[in-house]
């Protein structure tokens, strides 16, 4: 196994229904998530906002 280049810290606070907003330690501000399109369909919620969810972001990181 090679050896450990980066660990993150990253702290996901619950807003309200499926908002969170999480900060990643090292870079400023936070991100928000939330629910969209066929997921918010999936749950059968209808945010006040649509925000990207955690798993976009993690397709996106894989796909990189």
């Given at each position: 196994?090679?050896?450990?280049?980066?660990?993150?810290?990253?702290?996901?606070?619950?807003?309200?229904?499926?908002?969170?907003?999480?900060?990643?330690?090292?870079?400023?501000?936070?991100?928000?998530?939330?629910?969209?399109?066929?997921?918010k369909?999936?749950?059968?919620?209808?945010?006040?906002?649509?925000?990207?969810?955690?798993?976009?972001?993690?397709?996106?990181?894989?796909?990189?």
């Amino acid at each position: 196994m090679g050896e450990i280049i980066h660990t993150s810290h990253i702290q996901i606070v619950r807003e309200d229904g499926p908002t969170r907003r999480a900060t990643i330690e090292g870079l400023p501000g936070e991100v928000r998530y939330g629910v969209h399109g066929g997921i918010k369909d999936f749950y059968k919620v209808e945010p006040e906002e649509e925000l990207p969810a955690t798993l976009d972001h993690m397709i996106g990181a894989v796909g990189g």
